[in-house]
């Protein structure tokens, strides 16, 4: 069965700013809220299941091997949300993100704490059986309009991986066995048998 997001209708007079926003998520860790800033709206997102779980933790894991490594940059899992100027969503959250050390370090310690008011250079979006494709191909679209260099959209439903690029153009594989960050991430290479 399909979950949906619960919507929470906000009056325009009770519009929260973006510390109200941060503390309320705080005070409810339990839950992933988004906060849609055209309609003042607030998500309440359903937590995924066991198997979709599972299989972004092997995302995660593979991802923060190679960023231990490397460390060129660092990494972030699904409960981050990123404050980015013309975004749609305040906070946008991806599956996984990575970010180039030398931006994430112009930050400030107060911005680093809160939503970080930054483009992450690297998303996943790894599909679970509650999301639509065409959801998931928009937001895709929208973090390489804000931002992102590399972006992967795994559909596990189709076994197809969508690639998008900072320059606009897009590919898709069918079952690939792995996943290449060259040269954005290099020598990062995404085992896609634990992810299928």
Known sequence: MSSVPLVLSIPPSMQLTDEQFFELCEINSDLYLERNLKTGEI???TPVGGETGNRNFSLI??????????????????????RIT???????????????LERW??????QKRKFPPI?????VELRSPSDTLKSLQEK????????????WLIDRIGRKVYIYHHDGSQECLENPQTLSGNPLLPNFELDMREIW
């Open 61 to 82: 894991v593979q991802l923060g091997i190679w960023v231990k490594q490397d460390q060129t940059g660092i990494g972030f899992d699904s409960s981050t949300g990123f």
């Open 119 to 123: 483009c992450p250079d690297f998303v």
């Open 105 to 110: 370090n112009t930050l400030t310690p107060e």
């Open 86 to 100: 013309g975004a749609s969503k305040d906070p946008m959250s991806p599956d996984a993100a990575w970010v180039q």
């Open 140 to 151: 895709m679209e929208e973090w390489v309009h804000l931002g992102v260099q590399l972006g």
């Open 43 to 45: 998500l309440i997102m």
